[in-house]
């Protein structure tokens, strides 16, 4: 979670001409999250931890999953943590209001915090808190589709038994993966059975493989649930490049599912669409190129992806890094893939994964779970 591929993220998409350009990307500032937006959705007694343990790092407090490998503690912990779910809220905000009919914020995604407990990187849980203030102003159903390369499982629990809120998460199978989560199983509760959808894939799916899971899951239900707006999660740890895990997109692939999720915002919420970043451990060759790719497509300039990355950028890198940066938005890769209504192989572990997931909630949601 080095904040330098958002620094990155940043300096690339300005480079590209992409920031405050006629019609495009405006940047605005975000407030901080007070502690009753946080506890929309969060425990007081973990506000509290993390304030503590902000004001005295050395103060570990496992019970809040603070002080660990995946959370450690650090001075204005609390600060920074509320200032990330501000800018989601601010970004919610603005599309919920009209001001702006998409809007992004790279630094969120913050997915696996709980409400009790820091998780996974993530202190607090920004794309729940606002989804939740959606709710709670008058949106009537909320759409989330989280493309992460692990299952967004905090977001999954908070909402789990809420009918009024879908939760789509394709990741890699928690067999291989933290968080352990995520199987097709997991539906939702009592209340809502069907408003969690799992497509828990696995090892080394590249490009078409889940290409092919994402059309043959997310469209058939955001069409049938008909969200009042759309919220995503866009760590880009499914690079096969990433070091964390096992999947083997490439940024080509990653900017197709961009594209998709962009057109079936319009499609199905008049185009009321918040993205967030999320995940994402290959700072310099993934999380810039990728990260600029849906800034641009949220702008409304999508970049074409044999565009050479500024030399000034490049050069920025070397210096500040050592490192030598990619030169072009692409990794050389035509995303295809074979569409599920061109037949399913019954022993392949995709396609599995793909009829056990439709199998689980299309019938929720009155679809036909083997009309392909």
Not at 273 to 294: E, F, K, Q
Request: with cysteine; charged share 20%; glycine share 10%.
């Amino acid at each position: 979670m080095n904040p330098v591929r958002v620094d990155l993220t940043m300096s690339l998409t300005r480079s590209l001409g992409l920031l405050d350009a006629p019609g495009g990307l405006v940047a605005v500032r975000a407030p901080d999250a007070s502690d009753d937006d946080l506890l929309l959705v969060h425990d007081a007694a973990l506000i509290e931890a993390v304030q503590r343990a902000g004001n005295d790092p050395s103060r570990h407090d496992p019970r809040f999953g603070l002080g660990t490998d995946d959370n450690p503690t650090f001075p204005n912990m609390h600060v920074a943590a509320r200032h990330i779910v501000g800018a989601t809220l601010e970004a919610a905000r603005r599309v919920w209001t009209g001001e702006a009919i998409h809007s992004a914020n790279i630094t969120g995604g913050l997915h696996h915090a709980m409400p009790g407990s820091a998780s996974g990187f993530c202190v607090y849980n920004d794309v729940a808190v606002a989804i939740q203030w959606l709710l709670d102003n008058g949106a009537e159903r909320v759409a989330y589709v989280d493309v992460d390369v692990h299952h967004g499982d905090g977001v999954q629990k908070i909402f789990y038994d809420d009918p009024r809120v879908l939760t789509i998460s394709l990741h890699e199978t928690g067999q291989m993966l933290f968080p352990g989560t995520g199987y097709p199983v997991e539906t939702g509760g009592p209340e809502a059975r069907g408003s969690s959808v799992n497509v828990a894939l696995p090892p080394g799916t590249s490009d078409a493989g889940w290409l092919r899971a994402f059309h043959a899951v997310v469209p058939p239900l955001l069409r049938a649930f008909a969200p009042d707006v759309l919220v995503t999660q866009h760590g880009c740890d499914s690079h096969r490049d990433d070091p964390l895990a096992h999947l083997m997109l490439t940024v080509d692939g990653q900017r197709a599912s961009y594209l998709a999720l962009h057109e079936l915002a319009h499609e199905v919420c008049g185009g009321r669409w918040i993205a967030t970043g999320g995940g994402g451990y290959a700072l310099v060759d993934v999380v810039p190129r990728s990260w600029t790719h849906l800034l641009a497509i949220v702008g409304g300039v999508p970049l074409d992806p044999d565009v050479e990355t500024p030399e000034e950028w490049r050069a920025g890198v070397g210096e500040r890094l050592g490192a030598r940066a990619p030169e072009r938005m692409t990794d050389g890769r035509e995303p295809t893939y074979r569409d599920v209504s061109e037949g399913i192989d019954p022993d392949a572990w995709l396609d599995r994964a793909i009829t056990e997931t439709r199998a689980a909630v299309f019938p929720e949601h009155g679809l036909d779970p083997v009309s392909w």
